[in-house]
């Protein structure tokens, strides 16, 4: 099992930064690919970004790709989300996901998912 606890969220407004992080515990992180996905009242929980466990690769949605930034430090068993120029339609719950070995671009394919943070933007 793996446990995944998120902070880091709050209400900014437009065009300000956050950002996120997630710590892991309860397996070998670096035997984990690590990604954030976020879902919006109404809508279809989705993809953000991913990261493999070496950190050597990193995967974004079209919609947040040159504004947002995963990274990690499997040191401190932590993955971070860099959210700059953040947008009203950021508005979402976070959700810091794990996945054995390799990243996907689907959430479905996540096997471990922490509570999630909940960021607001205002325009």
């Known amino acids: 099992q793996v446990q995944l606890v998120e902070s880091g969220g709050g209400l900014v407004q437009a065009g300000e930064s956050l950002r996120l992080s997630c710590v892991a515990s309860?397996?070998?992180?670096?035997?984990?690919?690590m990604g954030w996905i976020r879902q919006a009242p109404g809508k279809v929980r989705e993809f953000v970004a991913a990261?493999?466990?070496?950190?050597?690769?990193?995967y974004y949605a079209n919609s947040v790709k040159g504004r947002f930034t995963i990274s990690r430090d499997n040191a401190k068993n932590m993955v971070y989300l860099q959210m700059n120029s953040l947008k009203p339609e950021d508005t979402a719950v976070y959700y810091c996901?794990?996945?054995?070995?390799?990243?996907?671009?689907?959430?479905?394919?996540?096997?471990?998912r922490g509570q999630g943070t909940q960021v607001t933007v205002s325009s």
């Open positions: 990261i493999t466990w070496s950190g050597s690769n990193t």
């Open positions: 996901a794990a996945r054995s070995f390799t990243a996907s671009y689907y959430p479905s394919e996540y096997e471990y």
């Open positions: 309860g397996r070998t992180f670096t035997n984990l690919a």
